[in-house]
């Protein structure tokens, strides 16, 4: 093996680099409407916020979290982020009321929404 390794670097050497041009390729970039993020949520003690961690973001830039409250039918945009985790602060809706939020991801690039939506996840407010 190390017999062909070295006549590989020779002829590589002797190609000045093409070959390795040839053989080195670039990723194709991922088809939008595969990518799904993946959600995971922390709720704090006390405070009335939780913290969201999102995975599989590929190339987007920014992403929402969007709540929706029990009885709801509509998603509210709760907080945009652009790291891998971001704090939410949400006001509870009875005060001194711990609260069960419907959570889920919109991943964004060039402000536009780009592939699907996560699954949704519950996270529990306390105050």
């Not at 040839?22 to 990723?27: A, E, G, K, Q, S």
Request: hydrophobic share 40%; glycine share 8%; aromatic share 6%.
């Amino acid at each position: 093996m190390k017999n062909f390794t070295d006549r590989f670097v020779k002829l590589a050497a002797a190609l000045g680099g093409a070959l390795l041009d040839i053989l080195v390729t670039p990723n194709d970039p991922p088809d939008p409407a595969t990518v799904k993020p993946t959600v995971e949520g922390f709720a704090a003690g006390t405070g009335s916020h939780s913290s969201v961690v999102v995975g599989n973001r590929q190339q987007a830039a920014t992403f929402d979290v969007l709540i929706r409250r029990k009885g709801e039918t509509n998603w509210t945009v709760a907080k945009t982020g652009s790291g891998k985790s971001l704090d939410v602060f949400v006001a509870l809706t009875t005060p001194g009321v711990p609260e069960v939020l419907q959570v889920r991801i919109q991943l964004e690039k060039n402000n536009l929404e780009y592939g699907m939506l996560s699954d949704t996840i519950f996270i529990t407010i306390n105050p």
